[in-house]
């Protein structure tokens, strides 16, 4: 599949815009530690004759140590519920909820790499005739009355795709699209401004490649 210049331009600047945005939250955090770690040093007089940069060394193995523990405590129980009730707050209060999802949505998309999505598909949504991208979340089988085979489809809103709508279709009007689930992904949160030069419908009992 063929990629046009200007399609190039704009995919490379969306792969490097969210590993800058890290490695500049990660410096600004690192610089602040690091700061508040010398100003510490101060009180242990028998640190100083450590060289400048053993001291630096130090501020960053504790520097990951905290981040390791923070994490361990993330995966408790406690720690679980307490992240959860601020995840709730912050949702919940006002110009707070934009940033605060759109950075998890960003740290979601960095570090998590796992999906529940199987593929990309078309279906009608919200209404006969409009089509959208949607998800295959489950190969378990929902039976209507008239017997005929549905899937579970989940719909994301854009640019936010941790939200959105859950259907459960008839196989039937679903369209199975040629592309990845992380190509489809970039054209639901780049609201259509990322896209593949052309991207087609695919039987999904034969093995045809998959634009990556």
Same mark, same amino acid.
């Given at each position: 599949?063929?990629?046009? #210049? *200007?399609? =190039?331009?704009?995919?490379?600047?969306?792969? &490097? $815009?969210?590993?800058?945005?890290? &490695? $500049?939250?990660?410096? #600004? &955090?690192?610089?602040? #530690?690091? =700061?508040? #770690? $010398? *100003?510490? &040093?101060?009180?242990?007089?028998?640190?100083?004759? $450590?060289?400048q940069f053993i001291i630096t060394l130090i501020g960053l193995i504790i520097l990951f140590l905290l981040l390791y523990l923070i994490g361990f405590f993330t995966n408790t129980l406690l720690g679980k519920w307490i992240t959860s009730l601020f995840d709730r707050v912050f949702m919940k209060t006002p110009l707070v909820n934009s940033i605060y999802s759109s950075a998890r949505s960003l740290s979601e998309t960095l570090f998590e790499k796992k999906t529940s999505f199987k593929e990309a598909v078309l279906v009608q949504f919200p209404r006969n005739g409009g089509y959208t991208i949607g998800f295959v979340t489950t190969t378990v089988d929902w039976l209507d009355i008239d017997g005929e085979k549905r899937l579970s489809i989940f719909i994301p809103t854009t640019p936010n795709p941790t939200s959105g709508f859950f259907l459960i279709v008839k196989e039937s009007e679903i369209l199975y699209l040629d592309i990845s689930v992380e190509w489809a992904l970039k054209i639901i949160v780049s609201g259509g401004i990322i896209h593949p030069d052309e991207v087609k419908i695919r039987d999904p009992n034969e093995n045809k490649e998959i634009v990556e």
């Open positions: 599949m063929k990629f046009s #210049f *200007k399609h =190039n331009i704009i995919s490379g600047f969306v792969a &490097i $815009l969210p590993i800058g945005v890290t &490695i $500049l939250i990660l410096v #600004f &955090i690192y610089n602040k #530690f690091t =700061n508040l #770690f $010398l *100003k510490f &040093i101060k009180y242990f007089p028998q640190l100083n004759f $450590l060289p």
